[in-house]
């Protein structure tokens, strides 16, 4: 392809965009925002579900919880958690007569830091347990830390030995011509420089129906695509769905009704080959970001040596349709 990227329509300067969310939006025409629909899947995976009627509590499921957590928060909570527990104790020590050896007496920052000694089993010697009252209190909390840290361990060793997948998907899709039909597309590409085995890729529509009782009901329709699997995915992959007879989105203006709160919900699972374990990868299309008459602009070219490359700097980059 020798024509550029449409200015105004898709930047080609995405890349420079500090905020993923603000260069979905440069994805658009000037003045254009996709409508604000409610969604099953955000763009970046996450299920945008709110659950009523069931506990929201953590204690019900703490482990799950800790584990779903993002990163900063999850040592934000061990950290404090960490800390509170050394509180409590500092606390105990100071409620006995003179505990600890060496320590000014009723000093919380004494009684904390020896806390912090005997929970992670320092024991500089310059401070020490000097009476029953505060060898009870060493006991338990020699038993908390040994405790604490497994548990610890086990939540943070669970995290980063997850297998975890990098996909990254075009912020827009798009309907061009492909062998004369018209077909939805779009791109998903591996960001890691592996390999992902056996890729399969689905797309689901969802969509509201009223039944002849007039009861609503949400809908799945599974899209039959052009390529659902991949022996070894790589580089990129462009997804195509063509809209004949009887595809799910061959009435189009049904999938673009604003009642039907319309959204097309895309899953990607494969064997990563560096874990050898499965992971997935998940992403939605609305209405808003199904481009008409518009197709990708092409990724691969080549060196100054002639090596042949791919360009994601034009990942997500659209143009119009060329007129043959």
Known sequence: MSQRPLPGRIDPGLRKSRSDEASRRRCFAPGVRPRRQPRIVTPDGRFDIARLGVSASPWSDLYHWMLVQSTPVFFGIVALFYLLTNALFAVAYLLGDDPIANARPGSFADAFFFSVQTMASIGYGAMYPQT?????????????????????????????????????????????????????????ANQRRNRILEAQITVTLVRNETTREGRSMRRFYDLPLVRSQSPIFALSWTVMHPLEPGSPLYDYAMFRHEDADAELIVTLTGLDETFSQTIHARHSYIPSEVLEDMQFYDLFTHTASGQFAIDYAHFHDVMPVTET
């Open 132 to 188: 029953p009252y505060a060898n009870a209190i060493v006991t338990i909390e020699a038993l908390v830390g040994v405790m604490g840290l497994a548990l610890a361990t086990g939540l943070i060793f669970a995290r980063f030995s997850r297998p975890t997948a990098k996909i990254m998907f075009s912020h827009v899709a798009v309907i061009a011509p492909y062998n004369g039909v018209p077909t939805f597309m779009f791109r998903c």
